[in-house]
């Protein structure tokens, strides 16, 4: 099974202010197959970047992403109030087919 | 729009069955490029993927359930279905259904879940 690791596990920012999560896998992953999720109280994931650097359909290009396998970076260049939640990465292999990282909780500073 | 809306029982017994439906508007649930899947998450805690099924009838499921679970399709009603036997107090999680997209382009292929439903919590307790 392909774990993957976020980094850190909490992140205290400010608006305005760029964040960068990690997200690392414990074996290498397919770029193609490393998806990032936010997810706010209360609601569902939402996709943000799925082929570790592309944007899902609406998403600000605020987000992007990068890497290769087995590390990859989701990066918010300038946090807006509404960007405040927790990220997933997730990627796609044999078994179990999917896994996703633990978390990074965004914070208000 | 494509919406999914998870139904059932919020509370199951232990050693009982969970039994879960997940209802797919505004898109066909017949698309070859569309898993369905089942996702759950404990309070506090991350996702989980369960298992997925294909329009043809295939399923995939995580190990992690062993013969526990079962994930079934009735495209005529444009619904699938999960269920989850000798659920422990463990089994507690808000579960979401989502499709799963899977394409190829440009020699590439590509995985994600790009709609979800909101969820329903089901909590196993006697």
């Known amino acids: 099974e392909i774990v993957l690791t976020q980094s850190p596990g909490t992140l205290s920012l400010s608006p305005g202010e760029r964040a960068t999560l990690s997200c690392r896998a414990s074996?290498?992953?397919?770029?193609?197959?490393l998806a990032w999720y936010q997810q706010k109280p209360g609601q569902a994931p939402r996709l943000l970047i799925y082929?570790?650097?592309r944007r899902a359909t609406g998403i600000p290009d605020r987000f992007s992403g990068s890497g290769s396998g087995p590390d990859f970076t989701l990066t918010i260049s300038r946090l807006e109030p509404e960007d405040f939640a927790v990220y997933y990465c997730?990627?796609?292999?044999?078994?179990?087919?999917?896994?996703f990282g633990q978390g990074t909780k965004l914070e208000i500073k | 729009q494509v919406r999914l809306q998870e139904s059932g029982p919020g509370l199951v017994k232990p050693s009982q069955t969970l039994s879960l439906t997940c209802s797919v508007s505004g898109g066909s649930i017949n698309s070859g490029s569309y898993y369905w899947s089942w996702i759950r998450q404990p309070a506090g805690k991350g996702l989980e993927w369960i298992g997925r099924?294909?329009?043809?009838?295939?399923?995939n499921y995580n190990p992690s359930f062993k013969s526990r679970v079962s994930i079934s399709l009735d495209t005529s009603k444009k619904q699938f279905s999960l269920k989850l036997s000798s659920v422990t107090a463990a089994d507690t999680a808000v579960y979401y259904c989502a499709r799963d997209r899977l394409y190829c382009t440009d020699g590439e292929c590509y995985t994600n879940f790009d709609f979800w439903g909101q969820g329903t919590l089901v909590t196993v307790s006697s």
């Open positions: 074996q290498s992953v397919s770029g193609s197959y």
């Open positions: 099924i294909y329009t043809s009838g295939t399923t």
């Open positions: 082929g570790a650097s």
């Open positions: 997730q990627q796609y292999g044999n078994s179990p087919k999917y896994t």
